[in-house]
């Protein structure tokens, strides 16, 4: 089993910036890729970026791309999505998760439980 908990979610104006982390624990955390994901009101989950187990590969949303970064530090077993240049359309829950498998698909098999992120107009 990998726990994962998300934090730094929050409600920011538009342009600004938030950092997400995502501490993961239980199983060894450089065995897996993880990924974002954020899921707005009304809406399916959609992909936002992955990282491989190295953090030597990378892919972000077209939406997302250039403005967002995900990176990971496997000495904390955290995962981070820098959010930069934040639109309101970027406001949704968002989740990470964890898999053996590096994918842009929503086939993670942990997930957390969510951090909300709200970008007022």
């Known amino acids: 089993q990998v726990q994962l908990q998300e934090s730094g979610g929050g409600l920011v104006h538009t342009g600004g910036s938030l950092r997400l982390s995502c501490a993961a624990s239980g199983r060894t955390f450089s065995d897996y890729a993880m990924g974002w994901f954020r899921q707005a009101p009304g809406k399916e989950r959609e992909f936002v970026a992955a990282i491989s187990w190295s953090g030597l590969r990378t892919v972000h949303a077209d939406s997302v791309k250039g403005r967002f970064t995900i990176s990971r530090d496997n000495a904390k077993n955290t995962v981070y999505l820098q959010m930069n240049s934040l639109k309101p359309e970027d406001t949704a829950v968002y989740y990470c998760?964890?898999?053996?498998?590096?994918?842009?698909?929503?086939?993670?098999?942990?997930w957390g439980q969510g951090t909300q992120v709200t970008v007022s107009s």
């Open positions: 998760a964890a898999d053996p498998t590096y994918s842009t698909s929503s086939f993670y098999e942990y």
